[in-house]
């Protein structure tokens, strides 16, 4: 469990990945150094990443999708599967419709495909997949804060 202050810590960074440790150690009351140590540990930990976050058609993913799967069995191998493809964003576990969510990006409409039919559904325990386009992106925002 994370105390108030690194939680602070990660609000910080959530509104400015690039905000300066003396910069967060004022706002949050610790020294440069102090956030510093605490911003590494939770980074060891897992807690969080820091990472840029780009626009995917400014830098050539013209196409992306969210991919609802129902599988057979156990879920688990078939989440893991996915989770090592590079066009893969994420990988949710759900309930409902659908048994997972993957959202995947893509150069192209011919990636997507290949991604779909020759990748996703090519998993053994994948039973049915359903594709929900990207059109436009709307609203993309990290700033949710650690509540």
Same mark, same amino acid.
């Given at each position: 469990?994370?105390?108030?202050?690194?939680? #602070?810590?990660?609000?910080? +960074?959530?509104?400015?990945? %690039? $905000?300066?440790?003396?910069?967060?150690? *004022?706002?949050? @009351?610790?020294?440069?150094?102090?956030?510093?140590?605490?911003?590494?540990?939770?980074?060891?930990?897992?807690?969080?990443?820091?990472? #840029?976050?780009?626009?995917? +058609?400014?830098?050539?993913? %013209? $196409?992306?999708?969210?991919?609802?799967? *129902?599988?057979? @069995?156990?879920?688990?191998?078939?989440?893991?599967?996915?989770?090592?493809?590079?066009?893969?964003?994420?990988?949710?576990?759900?309930?409902?419709?659908?048994?997972?969510?993957?959202?995947?990006?893509?150069?192209?409409?011919?990636?997507?495909?290949?991604?779909?039919?020759?990748?996703?559904?090519?998993?053994?325990?994948?039973?049915?997949?359903?594709?929900?386009?990207?059109?436009?992106?709307?609203?993309?925002?990290?700033?949710?804060?650690?509540?």
């Amino acid at each position: 469990m994370i105390d108030a202050v690194s939680k #602070a810590i990660i609000e910080q +960074l959530q509104e400015d990945g %690039r $905000r300066p440790y003396a910069a967060i150690g *004022k706002a949050v @009351g610790l020294s440069e150094a102090a956030v510093r140590q605490r911003v590494q540990k939770l980074l060891d930990q897992g807690v969080m990443q820091i990472v #840029a976050v780009t626009d995917p +058609l400014t830098v050539g993913f %013209r $196409r992306q999708a969210m991919v609802g799967i *129902k599988v057979d @069995g156990d879920m688990d191998p078939v989440a893991d599967a996915l989770a090592e493809m590079d066009a893969v964003e994420y990988v949710v576990i759900t309930a409902g419709s659908f048994d997972l969510m993957v959202e995947i990006v893509c150069e192209d409409d011919d990636h997507l495909l290949e991604m779909i039919n020759k990748r996703i559904r090519s998993l053994p325990g994948v039973r049915t997949t359903e594709s929900f386009v990207y059109l436009k992106l709307r609203k993309q925002t990290y700033t949710w804060g650690t509540r």
